[in-house]
Each structure stands twice: as C-alpha cells, then as structure tokens.
C-alpha cells in the first residue's frame, strides 16, 4: 500500500502563493499518475490537479493559470503544487493521491489551506 505523506499547507492572505509536497512510500514501483485535490467545507472533494509520470499534466479549470504540478527531478516520487494568486475560494483540504497501473488509488491525509485576510 502506497503511503502519502503531504506538508506544506497554512495561512496565506489573498494574493499570496503556498506550495504543497506529497511523497510517496512503499510500492511505488508501479505509480503512473499522482495529483491533487481539494475538499471545501460542505463541498464535493474535486480535482485540482494531476501529473503522469510521463510529464503529462491535467488541471481544474478553476486553478489554470494560477497552480503548477511538477514532480521532483531529485526524488521521483514526489510531487509538488505550487499555488499563487490564492483568493479565498482555494480555502479548502488538499489531498494528495496516486493511481498506480492497476487502477488503485491511494491518499494522504490532507493538509489545510486557508486563505484570508
């Protein structure tokens, strides 16, 4: 089972930016896509964005132009989202997750974020 670990949440006024790392552990081997998403208070948890390990990168509609998935070069099996231009409407749990070959997902715990004044 493939274990998440996220860090990188907190508090950030409007306008300003956060950036959120998950690493994964145990069975990665087969790990073809890792992403991120976001569950607001009385909310639907929803996709922000995700990454192959190919490069391929998806995105929220809501987060383009704003959010960037990568995945780090030195630790392959991390992935990290760098968010800027944060309004009060990215308040939420961002949650990290993997989809491995087999069509199995995993998640972290989630790591709170709130924007405010």
């Known amino acids: 089972q493939v274990q998440l670990v996220e860090s990188g949440g907190g508090l950030v006024q409007p306008g300003g930016s956060l950036r959120l790392s998950c690493a994964a552990s145990?069975?990665?081997?087969?790990?073809?896509?890792m992403g991120w998403y976001r569950q607001a208070a009385g909310k639907q948890r929803e996709l922000v964005a995700s990454?192959?390990?190919?490069?391929?990168?998806?995105y929220a509609d809501f987060v383009k132009g704003r959010f960037t998935i990568s995945r780090d070069s030195a630790a392959k099996n991390t992935v990290n989202l760098q968010m800027n231009s944060l309004t009060p409407e990215d308040t939420a749990v961002y949650y990290c997750?993997?989809?491995?070959?087999?069509?199995?997902?995993?998640w972290g715990q989630g790591t709170q974020v709130t924007v405010s004044s």
């Open positions: 990454i192959t390990v190919s490069g391929i990168t998806n």
């Open positions: 997750t993997t989809t491995n070959s087999l069509g199995a997902n995993a």
């Open positions: 145990r069975s990665t081997f087969n790990i073809i896509t």
